[in-house]
């Protein structure tokens, strides 16, 4: 019913930037909150940054003034741009988004495929 679907990821240095996008598509009434997840190899899927659909936001301390995450709610989009990256920011980033589907009474969690961003010299 709902697809969200992350681009932007790739290989970049130390010190370079990356912008993700996810955009949500299918019957899709309203989003909720959105937010980017990351998981390295070996560790756990952890939160990077959230957003409400008012746009208030929240990162991890270890992205907090590098990595800023906004959306676009008439395009059912998520942004998070990525400055000053860092090796141990290689992750594949997940978008999950909280979506009300037509028809339907209560939100449910959708996740987008993932994609990879790599970072190294």
């Known amino acids: 019913q709902v697809q969200l679907v992350e681009s932007g990821g790739g290989l970049v240095q130390p010190g370079g930037s990356l912008r993700l996008s996810c955009a949500a598509s299918g019957s899709i009434f309203r989003i909720g909150a959105m937010a980017w997840y990351r998981q390295a190899p070996g560790k756990q899927r952890e939160l990077v940054a959230g957003i409400t659909r008012g746009g208030s936001t929240n990162a991890a301390d270890s992205v907090k003034g590098r990595f800023t995450i906004s959306r676009d709610n008439a395009k059912n989009t998520v942004y998070l741009q990525m400055n000053s990256l860092k090796p141990e920011d290689t992750a594949v980033y997940y978008c999950?988004?909280?979506?009300?589907?037509?028809?339907?009474?209560?939100?449910?969690?959708?996740w987008g495929q993932g994609t990879q961003v790599t970072v190294s010299s």
């Open positions: 999950n988004a909280d979506v009300q589907v037509w028809g339907g009474t209560i939100p449910t969690d959708y």
